[in-house]
């Protein structure tokens, strides 16, 4: 089955400082990829969507200058929290439909961001 | 009001019980339902997708009612290894809604 991994798994960062994940398909391509942030014991909540060649679309409330996502190439990602604080701390998740077909996501298995 | 409700939880029932979770969804628009299971600190993996005739896989039985914009799932003679949180997820359009998730703990 499609394959999308996450790289850091789990990171701890000082506040003010930048933090970059990253989202992988591994054995196709996505030209679109969900990064989902998740705060404990609440759902998981659509930040952007990732488009490859193009500017991301971010979701109402989301800061487009703090959360900055670089889809570089079909099979990769990037979502940099700049100036993290402590208030960002929580689960970042991506997720790519293989095939365009946005019905059917696989997800990565997540970034735990801890700021300090 | 939030656009995919589901019974808070949590659910701690025995070995072998029968639970159900209900969902339900605000945006008539929506175009697909689906189960996803959440194993505390991982991600989200399907369960299985929601049919209006209804659908079943073995243990479980998934039951949309679109007139009510209501979804169910059913979990029967449920296992040890079916503790985890159950996320009702609705497509519209291109985008993903989830609901938080009921909590299931099963119990020897």
């Known amino acids: 089955g499609a394959v999308v991994s996450q790289h850091p798994s789990w990171v701890i960062c000082k506040s003010g400082t930048s933090v970059k994940i990253e989202c992988r398909s591994l054995?196709?391509?996505?030209?679109?990829m969900f990064w989902y942030r998740q705060f404990p014991k609440q759902s998981l909540m659509l930040m952007a969507t990732?488009?490859?060649?193009?500017?991301?679309?971010?979701e109402q409330g989301v800061e487009k200058d703090k959360f900055l996502i670089n889809h570089a190439s079909l099979t990769l990602s990037t979502l940099t929290v700049t100036s993290a604080h402590p208030e960002d701390s929580s689960f970042y998740i991506c997720?790519?439909?293989?095939?365009?077909?946005?019905?059917?996501?696989?997800f990565g298995p997540g970034t735990r961001l801890t700021v300090t | 009001r939030k656009e995919v409700e589901q019974d808070p939880g949590p659910f701690n029932v025995p070995e072998g019980a029968t639970v159900a979770f209900n969902c339900t969804y605000s945006?008539?628009?929506?175009?697909?339902f689906f189960w996803y299971r959440q194993d505390c600190r991982k991600e989200p993996k399907l369960l299985m997708s929601v049919y209006s005739s209804g659908n079943e896989d073995g243990r479980f039985t998934a039951q949309l009612n679109r007139a009510s914009q209501y979804i169910s799932l059913l979990i029967r003679d449920s296992k040890l290894s079916d503790s985890a949180t159950y996320l009702c997820v609705v497509r519209v359009g291109n985008d993903m809604r989830f609901g938080a998730g009921t909590r299931l703990t099963v119990k020897p």
């Open positions: 945006n008539s628009a929506s175009q697909s």
């Open positions: 990732s488009n490859e060649g193009s500017k991301a679309t971010y």
């Open positions: 997720s790519a439909p293989p095939g365009g077909r946005t019905y059917e996501q696989y």
């Open positions: 054995d196709f391509q996505a030209t679109t």
